[in-house]
């Protein structure tokens, strides 16, 4: 028997001098306790926060994303890195209690400063620091993978470097964003920085857009004439993007730039000088272009003295789940919503083949983001097309037989759920009896659904 009980007003003494926040709320979602730690993160006295309700903070946005909800809905801990309204950066371990009949009474939540690693991980801060450190702005390529990493390292190195670079990859990889990042490292970074899609300007317009004219050199040509792109972008950096779509009359007019650094106006019969970084960028192989004529070979030399080779998404897939909370956080905080990912859906995004690459990524989550009314996004939630058995990523898997053999089984499921919502039409489907189909669907979707019979 203890024989010094701590008395109430005590206990409260102390856990009101703990460095951590602690705060208590009721099943309704009201305050019912919360320290003086709470200045430090949210700027007011805690008599000013107990009683008020949690949606009332909310309305502030006063931790981004909402925690309380999840574990309200789910009735499980969760921990978590929240930014508050102010700015600052606190790690949340919410913790459900129940009484005796298994209702939910309270909810406690221990909140510290700083960054820990947990298991809802949106951008990883420390990644994000280690790029604000090599000038890599909130606009370029995120990534987490060792080959990436070392394609920035090259990326960087030759940032100033004079010479023409010609970056390869999938559309959709981010050949746009590594060429920014680029020039954004660049002793050019304070000169324009310039973006041409080769395919989207018609041909007959070409020269005159990239070269500019002079007064009087064609019908409807301007009086004062028009200076060109080459113009536009002295000084600092032009993107040439799908150089493959270059008409070839004026593939030669871009080598005698990349030689001798001038260009002729149209309408002209005099040479301008321009100080220009040529970027270069396709998803076609130029070499076998040039081998096959329909590319100038003098020229395809010229433009990849350094070449940059972006892999696949499919090929890294650190960057898929960096990417994806990336996203998740973007669009949440766009559409003012907190969706959060289950773990079968993030292990389902790795596996995707993502023909699409980062594009594809991106809109597939703006896309859950606003239709998807559930706080969790669930594999039911996904497109079809996810679930398709590609069999480059089956090639490439790592994983033991008995892996591939469940996730086949698992995107046949899936699919045919997703299709007629019904275990007994899914049953009928795929032949099986409806207590299997009703087992394996709670197995590869999620165990709290409701089943259609």
């Known amino acids: 028997m203890i024989k010094n ?28 306790y919360i320290n003086s730690a709470c200045e430090r993160h949210y700027g007011f006295k805690k008599e000013d926060m107990i009683g008020k309700n949690y949606f009332d903070f909310m309305e502030e946005d006063y931790w981004h994303p909402a925690l309380l909800p999840y574990v309200y809905k789910e009735k499980v801990p969760v921990m978590r890195t929240q930014k508050t309204h102010i700015g600052a950066t606190i790690t949340s371990i919410v913790v459900p209690f129940f009484d005796e ?35 890599i702005s909130s606009s370029s390529l995120l990534f987490k993978s060792s080959m990436m990493k070392e394609i920035m390292e090259l990326a960087h190195t030759l940032s100033d470097v004079d ?11 981010g050949k746009t964003r590594l060429a920014r990042v680029m020039h954004n490292s660049s002793k050019r970074k304070d000169k324009p920085f310039i973006t041409v899609n080769c395919g989207a300007i018609p041909k007959e317009l070409m020269e005159s857009e990239l070269f500019g004219y002079e ?67 396709t998803n076609k192989n130029l070499k076998k272009l040039a081998v096959a004529g329909s590319f100038r070979e003098d020229l395809y030399y010229r433009l990849s003295v350094f070449e940059i ?50 594009r594809e990524l991106s809109h597939l989550i703006e896309r859950l983001v606003v239709t998807v009314s559930d706080f969790i996004i669930r594999p039911h939630h996904l497109p079809s097309s996810l679930f398709e058995i ?55 979707l999620d165990e709290e659904m409701d089943l259609n019979d």
Not at 17 to 23: A, G, K, P, R, W
Not at 163 to 173: A, T
Not at 400 to 408: G, I, K, R, S, Y
Request: aromatic share 10%; with cysteine.
């Open 5 to 32: 009980r701590l008395d109430y007003d005590m206990f409260l003494k102390l856990v009101d001098s703990l460095h951590d926040e602690i705060n208590i709320w009721d099943s309704n979602y009201n305050l019912l």
């Open 101 to 135: 009949n298994g209702e939910l009474e309270y909810v406690v939540s221990s909140i510290r400063d700083g960054l820990e690693d947990i298991y809802y991980l949106s951008v990883d801060e420390i990644e994000r620091k280690r790029y604000e450190e090599r000038h």
């Open 163 to 173: 010479s023409p670079v010609v970056i390869l990859g999938e559309s959709g990889v």
């Open 215 to 281: 007064e009087g050199s064609f019908t409807g040509a301007k009086k004062q004439g028009k200076k060109g792109i080459f113009d536009a972008a002295d000084g600092g950096t032009l993107l040439l993007d799908e150089i493959s779509e270059l008409p070839y009359l004026l593939q030669s007019k871009l080598l005698h730039v990349v030689q001798e650094k001038e260009f002729m106006p149209v309408g002209s019969n005099k040479m301008k000088k321009v100080d220009v970084k040529i970027i270069t960028a």
């Open 309 to 358: 080779n972006i892999p696949p998404l499919r090929e890294r897939k650190e960057d898929i789940e960096l990417l994806t909370f990336y996203f998740l956080k973007q669009f949440n905080k766009t559409y003012k919503k907190n969706h959060q990912l289950s773990t079968e859906v993030l292990n389902i995004l790795r596996n995707y083949s993502w023909r699409g690459n980062i």
């Open 390 to 444: 590609n069999k480059d990523t089956v090639v490439s898997s790592q994983d033991c037989f008995d892996d591939m053999v469940d996730e086949f089984k698992k995107a046949i499921v899936v699919e045919a759920y997703n299709k007629y919502k019904s275990s007994r039409k899914v049953a009928k489907k795929l032949k099986i009896s409806q207590s299997k189909a009703t087992r394996l669907i709670r197995k590869y």
